[in-house]
């Protein structure tokens, strides 16, 4: 094994420990995003649907609402730093959750 897998191999563990370790933090804090964002079952889907394969107008077709609507929401949830736009090219950026 050379010394880059060892280092993943640590890694893992390390993470393995964190989310044992941070759990009942993880819960708190799932369920405050939940109360202060999620709040209509489109925000959850929305939420969803952020995992940076689909871009806005793609979520706003399959939610059923409006592009500028699900754009709204984005920045909302990116300035609480729990989305990140990522980039896909040059033009294209798609919403990613974060947590």
Request: with cysteine.
């Amino acid at each position: 094994m050379d010394v880059n897998e060892q280092i993943l191999e640590e890694l893992k563990a390390i993470r393995r420990l964190l989310t044992i370790f941070s759990q009942d933090k993880l819960d708190e804090f799932n369920e405050k995003i939940k109360r202060k964002y999620l709040t209509t079952p489109q925000r959850e889907q929305m939420y969803e649907l952020f995992d940076g394969t689909k871009t806005l107008k793609e979520i706003a077709t399959l939610v059923g609402i409006s592009s500028d609507g699900v754009r709204k929401f984005c920045v909302s949830l990116e300035q609480a730093g729990l989305v990140e736009m990522i980039a896909l090219n040059e033009k294209q950026r798609n919403p990613k959750r974060i947590f």
